[in-house]
């Protein structure tokens, strides 16, 4: 079963850089898209980024458009999450999942559960 995991992650200061990897095994097929999102207790699950895996494309939310960068290692079959001027509402656990389309940053079907998570906190 294709199982995704997310790593990085932890504590850093506002206006610092981050970045987090999801690698995918035992994977039987082609990777469509592959996207992150991000929860905290308090709110929904806010997506936050949808790359389509073959060309690269990547789509983000308004929240984190200029600020961080999704990028694939296809040969590792690796997923990153370049995050850079954090603030502190970026503050949450970050999950990624493969799916079959991006509706901009949103995942628009969902292949594989989310991952387990990597706890990103940024402290004023």
């Known amino acids: 079963m294709v199982q995704v995991a997310e790593s990085g992650g932890g504590l850093v200061q506002a206006g610092e850089s981050q970045t987090l990897s999801c690698i995918v095994s035992?994977?039987?097929?082609?990777?469509?898209?592959m996207a992150w999102s991000r929860q905290t207790p308090e709110l929904e699950r806010e997506p936050v980024s949808c790359l389509i895996w073959d060309s690269g494309r990547p789509f983000y939310s308004d929240s984190v458009k200029g600020r961080f960068t999704t990028s694939r290692d296809k040969g590792r079959n690796t997923l990153y999450l370049q995050m850079t001027a954090l603030k502190s509402e970026d503050t949450a656990m970050y999950y990624c999942?493969?799916?079959?389309?991006?509706?901009?940053?949103?995942?628009?079907?969902?292949?594989?559960?989310w991952g387990q998570g990597a706890k990103v906190i940024v402290s004023a």
């Open positions: 035992e994977l039987d097929f082609e990777i469509p898209v």
């Open positions: 999942a493969i799916g079959g389309s991006c509706d901009g940053a949103r995942l628009a079907s969902r292949y594989t559960s």
